[in-house]
């Protein structure tokens, strides 16, 4: 199984600054033209929600304040600026074979 | 407007089998590229990718619980099932469903349906 590994487990940003939120996978889930890594967002009490498709692919809907990058086994979550709204857990999740897998999150606190 | 809905029984004895139900709207499973799945979430911890079925009936399971596992569809109904045969206390969470459009990425969520195991 591809093992996602999301750093840090948590952080506290101020507002209006930028959060990077990391994750490595235990081997490659990118190809020449697509990397098959996603990120949520998911709000307590909420079911998840995704913000960024192929790693960098920004969601319809999705504030433009997100931003998702990175290629083989290494991607990053921006948030910047980030608001009130964003205290969250996040998640990467791969689809590059089966079982896909979920990051173990990253909790992001507004200071 | 694409909602999906999960009902379940609540409450289930170790040993009992999990009958779990995704009520979707907004879409259709007979339309090529489409497919739902199934994700679990132990309370205050992560999320696990269980199984999920394409428009073709093609499905995939998680190897670890595929025993245990069968996923199936009614597509004129607009449901898929999800089974979890033998649930133990380590079975309990929320479960939740989601549609997948082609990519392998899921798009939509259900609010999804919390389990206890306990005797």
């Known amino acids: 199984d591809i093992v996602l590994t999301q750093s840090p487990a948590s952080l506290a940003v101020s507002l209006g600054q930028r959060a990077t939120i990391s994750c490595r996978a235990s081997?490659?889930?990118?190809?020449?033209?697509?990397?098959?890594m996603h990120w949520y967002q998911q709000k307590p009490g909420q079911p998840p929600k995704l913000l960024i498709k192929?790693?960098?692919n920004l969601e319809s809907g999705v504030p433009a304040r997100f931003s998702g990058s990175g290629s083989g086994t290494d991607f990053t979550l921006n948030i910047h600026p980030v608001e009130e709204e964003d205290t969250a857990t996040y998640y990467c999740?791969?689809?590059?074979?089966?079982?896909?897998?979920f990051g173990g999150g990253t909790k992001l606190e507004i200071k | 407007q694409v909602t999906l809905k999960e009902s379940g029984p609540g409450i289930l004895q170790p040993s009992q089998t999990l009958s779990l139900t995704c009520s979707f709207s907004?879409?259709?499973?007979?339309?090529?590229?489409?497919?739902v799945g199934w994700i679990r979430q132990p309370s205050g911890k992560g999320l696990e990718w269980l199984a999920h079925?394409?428009?073709?009936?093609?499905?995939y399971y998680n190897p670890a619980l595929k025993s245990r596992l069968t996923i199936s569809k009614d597509t004129s109904n607009n449901q898929v099932f999800l089974k979890i045969a033998s649930v133990v206390t380590a079975d309990t969470a929320t479960y939740y469903c989601?549609?997948?459009?082609?990519?392998?990425?899921?798009?939509?969520w259900g609010q999804g349906t919390t389990l206890t195991v306990s005797s």
């Open positions: 079925i394409w428009w073709n009936d093609d499905k």
């Open positions: 989601a549609r997948i459009t082609g990519g392998n990425y899921f798009d939509y």
């Open positions: 907004g879409f259709s499973l007979s339309t090529s590229g489409m497919s």
């Open positions: 081997q490659s889930v990118s190809t020449s033209s697509y990397s098959y």
């Open positions: 999740q791969h689809s590059w074979e089966i079982p896909w897998t």
């Open positions: 192929y790693a960098s």
